[in-house]
């Protein structure tokens, strides 16, 4: 997959050219190759110039819908920015657009994960269902859209989403001696902002699993893999001895004081360096 994406980043990008229908239906294919088993929820990508939408995965509809125009437009103030040229400026643009793909690209593989037994596959179950129904059940909508907004930045789906696309990018393009340096910093910039969204920072640091489960009422989920005690330190030792850093972030499960505060130095350390620059 890597390689494919890359060549299609070189091609359009060295030739001044945004991705277009052609360059969607050659991604549309590598990840059929690449995720085989998620053609059963998978069946196209196509341009749209909906404005409230930037990038959508419809269930019912099996596709992902995309506002190159409007992503163009929301990012084009970037290239001045990071004091990109006209070469770089298009690899920029074109990199948000595979975000943004990988973003819902990584929804449509949470169908499958949702299936599973263990810890992350309940965490994006219930990110979907709510513990109550499927997002896409329309009898339902307005409650389904009401839960979805109240607790988008603690939804175990769509941190999950907004933490895996760039990091995935950043494995395509890391170590391209022709991608500007910026671009890259950019991209690590993202997956720490990601990665602490959610997080609340009160007398303690309250993960965003724990926000999103006491919201849905089903706050007994995570407890059934231990993650509750009286003791906030106990809680967090408990499971620290499970995961790394890197999964209890994923899921957004407990971190210290500590660990929160070294993401936020190395997230506005990024954020400075490449402003001063």
């Known amino acids: 997959m890597e390689r494919e994406i890359m060549r299609l980043l070189y091609f359009y990008s060295l030739n001044k050219k945004i991705f277009d229908e052609l360059a969607f239906e050659r991604i549309y294919n590598i990840f059929i190759n690449t995720y085989p088993n998620i053609e059963k929820y998978f069946n196209g990508i196509s341009i749209t110039d909906k404005r409230y939408i930037d990038a959508l995965y419809n269930y ?119 991608i500007h340096e910026n671009i890259l910093a950019n991209l690590n910039w993202l997956i720490l902002k990601s990665e602490i969204s959610g997080y609340t920072k009160k007398r303690v640091i309250i993960p965003p699993s724990e926000m999103f489960f006491k919201y849905i009422n089903k706050e007994e989920v995570l407890k059934e893999y231990c993650f509750s005690s009286d003791s906030r330190l106990i809680e967090y030792i408990k499971t620290k001895r499970i995961f790394t850093l890197d999964e209890r972030l994923r899921y957004g499960l407990m971190i210290s004081n500590s660990e929160y505060n070294g993401i936020i130095k190395a997230r506005d350390e990024i954020k400075r360096r490449v402003l001063k620059k």
């Open 60 to 178: 019912k509809e099996k596709n992902i819908a995309i506002n190159v125009n409007k992503i163009v437009e929301e990012f084009t103030e970037g290239i001045t920015h990071f004091r990109l040229d006209e070469i770089q400026g298009y690899f920029y643009l074109n990199i948000q657009l595979l975000i943004c793909l990988f973003h819902e690209l990584e929804h449509i593989k949470q169908r499958e994960i949702s299936k599973g037994k263990n810890l992350f596959s309940n965490l994006i179950y219930y990110g979907i269902t709510f513990g109550k129904f499927d997002k896409e059940d329309s009898d339902n909508i307005e409650e389904i859209n009401n839960i979805y907004n109240a607790t988008y930045y603690y939804n175990p789906c769509e941190r999950d989403a907004y933490i895996t696309s760039p990091k995935v990018v950043k494995s395509i393009i890391d170590g391209d001696r022709l």
